[in-house]
Each structure stands twice: as C-alpha cells, then as structure tokens.
C-alpha cells in the first residue's frame, strides 16, 4: 500500500490523514498469514477522500492508480503485469470529464521507470543527490498506512490524533 499510496499523496501534495478505515481479510491466500490480501481503504483528507482497494487474487488491473475528480481521470499503471507472460506496461493517461472539459482531449503520457535501489545507491555515493522519493514521502504513505492498519485491527475508523497516541503494537 505504501508505494500507491505514496504516489497518490505527492501527485496531489497530501499531508497526514484525519482518518481511516479499512475493510478487507484474507480470502485467497489460506497460508496462516495475518495480513489481508483483500482491503478497501478509506483515507479522509481535508478537501477530498481517497478511496485503495488491493487484491493478491486478481491480475487485472495490474499495479497503478486512477484519480477521480471533476474535470477528468488520471489513470497511472506502474507495472501492470500479465502474471502469465510477465509482460508489463508503464504509462500515465489522462481521460477529460466531458460535462466538465467539453473540449478537452484524451492526453497520453510517460511514467518513467525508476531504479529505486540505483539511486539510493546513487545518493549515497555523491552525499548530495536527491532520493527519488524524499523521506517526508515515506514519512507521509507509512502514515496512512498505518493508519489503515489500526482501523482494520480494531475494527473501527482511526483519526489521526488516535493514531498519533496508539500504543497498541500492530
């Protein structure tokens, strides 16, 4: 969750959520594990509402997200893998809201694939480059995560003052 949600929040410069929920169990993989492989996230912002759903169990949407909002959609794939061939695509696309945008055009464009692991390998080498993803990033997505996490353990929706004084360790 933390990667999706980690691009999620920067592309529209989230900071920490007031509250989440989450829904999900484990319904496909019967190995004894604890974490769900099925979820529905619920993360309350401000100004908007951020809807995650993951599943271990269904290929078909491969890796990626798509944002909702008035004037269109954004729909980014970051590794939407076929799990028979492995074949893989990347790209961002941006689909117009015609009620909002009548002149608008389907826009289509790069999601550049970044070599996490060079690069922080990279910074540390030169002691000056920047990391692909600033810790206030990670910071931020292991927030919601965490989040999530205790709503889903306790059942219940988890405000951000709440999490902030949890002592449960999950």
Request: proline content about 4%.
């Amino acid at each position: 969750m933390v990667h999706q949600i980690a691009w999620i929040m920067t592309v529209l410069n989230l900071k920490e959520p007031l509250a989440a929920t989450m829904s999900g169990g484990v319904f496909s993989e019967k190995d004894g594990r604890q974490v769900p492989d099925t979820i529905a996230v619920t993360l309350e912002f401000p100004d908007l509402t951020v809807l995650w759903q993951s599943t271990f169990s269904n290929s078909h949407y491969g890796l990626g997200e798509k944002l909702l909002g008035s004037d269109g959609t954004i729909e980014h794939l970051s590794g939407s893998t076929d799990m028979v061939t492995g074949k893989s695509e990347s790209g961002i696309h941006f689909y117009p809201e015609k009620a909002n945008k009548p002149s608008s055009g389907m826009l289509i464009g790069e999601s550049q694939g970044a070599n996490h692991m060079q690069n922080w390998i990279d910074c540390i080498r030169s002691r000056n480059k920047q990391t692909n993803a600033p810790v206030e990033t990670g910071y931020l997505s292991a927030v919601a995560a965490h989040m999530s996490n205790l709503a889903f353990r306790e059942k219940r929706r988890i405000t951000w003052e709440e999490a902030k004084s949890a002592k449960q360790p999950y």
